[in-house]
C-alpha cells in the first residue's frame, strides 16, 4: 500500500531565510507526487505535482519540489519566505495503478517568524 | 476561489442524527472525492465518485454513504451520528479519472454534540 510520512509537525523559520518542509514516500511503481497547502479555515490549495520528467518542479508562489528516486523523497522548499506562506502543508501520493486513490501526509505547520 | 462548493458551512447536531452534506464540482470536472479531517486523524479519504460511479474507496464507515447525481454534484450522507464524527469534511474534484490534480471546497464544519 501507498503511504506518504512528514517527519516534522511544524517547522519554523525566519522571514527571508530559505524554507523545507520535508515528505517522504513509499509506493509501488512510478509514483505521482503532490503538494497541497492549507490557510486557516479554508480548503485546501493545489501547489505543484511531480508525474514524470525533471527532478525539480516550479509550483505556485514561489515554491518547488525536489523528486529523489533514491531517497524517496519529495521536499518542498522555497528560497526565500514570506509570513504569508505560514500555513499548513500536505504532501500526498497518488496510486499510479488506481482510480486517483491519493494518500495525503499527516501534513506540516509552517510557521514564518518576521 | 477553487471553483467548488460546499453547503452548508457550518452543521451542529446531535448524536444519533442523521445529515446530509452536499458539493458541487467546478464546471466541467467529472470525478468528486470527500475527504474527512480531524485532529487526531488527519485528512482522510473517504470516497471517490467518477460521473455518476464509484471509482474509489477509502476509510469511509459503513454509517456513512455518498452519491453523485446525473448533474454530477455529490451528497455524503453521515448516519447514526457519534461524538467522534465531528470534523471538517472537505469535497473535492478533477477533470477526470486521468488528471491529478484535486481542487478542494471550503468545507463543511460538522459537529456533534
Redesign the interface.
Known amino acids: 500500500a501507498q503511504s506518504v510520512a512528514q517527519p516534522e509537525d511544524q517547522v519554523n523559520v525566519a522571514e527571508g531565510n530559505p524554507l523545507t518542509v520535508k515528505c517522504t514516500y513509499s509506493v509501488s511503481g512510478n509514483p505521482y507526487l503532490f503538494w497541497y497547502v492549507q490557510y486557516p479555515n479554508r480548503g485546501l490549495q493545489f501547489l505543484l505535482k511531480y508525474i514524470t520528467g525533471d527532478n525539480l518542479v516550479k509550483g505556485s508562489y514561489g515554491f518547488e519540489a525536489e523528486f529523489n528516486k533514491s531517497q524517496t523523497s519529495f521536499h518542498l522548499k522555497k528560497p526565500s519566505a514570506l509570513v504569508s506562506d505560514s500555513a499548513l502543508y500536505f504532501c500526498a501520493v497518488r496510486d499510479p495503478g488506481g482510480y486517483q486513490k491519493v494518500t495525503f501526509g499527516t501534513g506540516t505547520k509552517l510557521q514564518v517568524i518576521p | 476561489d ?1 471553483g ?1 462548493t460546499q453547503t452548508p458551512k457550518h452543521l451542529i447536531t446531535a448524536t444519533g442524527q442523521r445529515v446530509t452534506l452536499r458539493c458541487s464540482p467546478r464546471s466541467g470536472d467529472l ?1 468528486v ?1 470527500w ?1 474527512q479531517q480531524s485532529l487526531d486523524q ?2 482522510q ?1 473517504l470516497i ?1 465518485y ?1 460521473n455518476g460511479e464509484e ?2 474507496k ?1 476509510n469511509i464507515l459503513e454509517r456513512f454513504s455518498a452519491q453523485q447525481f446525473p448533474d454530477l454534484h455529490s451528497e455524503l450522507n453521515l448516519s447514526s451520528l457519534e461524538l467522534g464524527d465531528s470534523a471538517l469534511y ?1 469535497c ?1 474534484s ?1 477533470p477526470g ?1 486521468g ?9 463543511t464544519r460538522l459537529t456533534v454534540t
Open positions: 477553487s467548488v470525478s472525492y475527504y488527519g485528512l479519504f471517490q467518477y471509482r474509489a477509502g472537505f473535492a478533477s479519472q488528471d491529478y490534480e484535486q481542487y478542494f471546497g471550503p468545507g
